[in-house]
């Protein structure tokens, strides 16, 4: 019955950028239980020809950037034209921005990202809320819904935050300019919340 999420696309339907620094296997998942077989992929004109795009990201900033590089991906994704979700560290590489390994992002989000202070437990693990929640992203998902996260680094309160997050600060945990999105937490592993936003990502 889900059939229809994956069937109503034109083209390639969901591309899962595939540079060596996410945590893919689990985003394949989620998507294949809402019926969408995701496809890995680090070719630009199968990245280009996608209904969705996905950009992940586990691990640390600087070796990422440098295999974003490496396949000529940095200069693709800010140019991508239909809607792109990043994750965690994809998030992170789209902004100005980190201070992880003094790194350069993708400029796509207006924002700097910066280290938790020692004031809090680093990194954060586990459960937390979202909030002040706006856009189509978030459609049917309850204000102060729990979220999965694992970070160190955050992306600092913006005019682009689309839902905060309270840890020693309140930090963006969402953030949205155009056709691109950026989640701090992990939907894929956010239980049926999670999978709610990815079915409202897929609908955007």
Not at 2 to 22: D, E, M, Q, T
Not at 59 to 69: I, Q, Y
Not at 161 to 177: D, P, Q, V, W
Request: aromatic share 10%; charged share 20%.
């Amino acid at each position: 019955m889900h059939k229809k999420l994956g069937s109503s696309f034109g083209g390639r339907g969901v591309v899962i950028i595939n540079y060596g620094a996410g945590n893919i296997q689990s985003l394949k998942f989620a998507f294949k239980r809402l019926g969408v077989e995701a496809v890995l992929s680090h070719d630009e004109e199968e990245i280009r020809n996608a209904d969705r795009v996905i950009f992940p990201g586990v691990g640390e900033a600087k070796s990422a950037m440098a295999k974003l590089k490496d396949t000529g991906l940095d200069s693709v994704i800010p140019t991508l034209t239909q809607p792109v979700l990043g994750i965690c560290l994809g998030m992170q590489l789209m902004c100005n921005s980190t201070t992880e390994g003094n790194t350069k992002g993708l400029g796509i989000f207006d924002v700097d990202v910066v280290r938790f202070e020692n004031t809090v437990k680093v990194p954060q693990i586990g459960w937390n809320q979202i909030t002040d929640l706006k856009t189509d992203l978030f459609k049917d998902i309850p204000e102060a819904s729990y979220m999965y996260l694992v970070h160190s680094f955050y992306a600092k309160k913006c005019s682009e935050a689309i839902a905060f997050t309270e840890y020693g600060l309140e930090y963006a945990s969402a953030l949205n300019k155009d056709n691109f999105y950026g989640a701090q937490f992990h939907p894929e592993k956010s239980s049926k919340v999670g999978e709610q936003i990815l079915k409202n990502f897929l609908s955007i």
